[in-house]
């Protein structure tokens, strides 16, 4: 059986996106305090610098991206497993498809407003 809202329609493939969304999201937050470990005393200029080379912007852009997977598999499973009628009665259906709108309205824009902060420069 298909998911009408999951992500990829398996929850095999959407343990997976979450799993290596993760990883990705580890690594650029380890390369991020890595940066600001070696170069104490920083400004603006030295962060503006590393962050708008093209690989930082491909690695944020791919950070951006693993971020709104990650999270929509987390709260589409968060609200599929306690918003359900025996949690809340037969109101469920409506509560999670107001829950499940508002997450995807706030990661649209999240991911369009991260988007437009490393590319619209």
């Known amino acids: 059986m298909r998911s009408a809202t999951g992500l990829t329609g398996s929850g095999s493939r959407d343990w997976i996106v979450q799993r290596l969304s993760a990883v990705i ?11 600001i470990l070696l ?3 920083f400004d603006y200029t030295a962060w503006y610098g ?6 930082m912007k491909i690695f944020s ?27 809340i009665g037969p109101s469920a259906s409506a509560y ?6 508002a997450t995807i309205v706030a990661i649209i824009v999240f991911m ?10």
């Open 39 to 41: 170069h104490p005393g």
């Open 112 to 121: 369009v407003w991260g988007i437009q902060i490393f590319w619209a420069h």
């Open 96 to 101: 999670r498809l107001i829950l499940q709108c």
């Open 61 to 87: 852009l791919l950070a951006i991206l693993s971020l709104v997977g990650h999270a929509w598999v987390g709260m589409w499973t968060v609200f599929t497993d306690y918003i359900t009628p025996a949690q």
């Open 50 to 55: 590393f962050m708008m080379t093209l690989p």
């Open 25 to 35: 999201l580890a690594v650029y937050t380890i390369l991020i305090l890595g940066w």
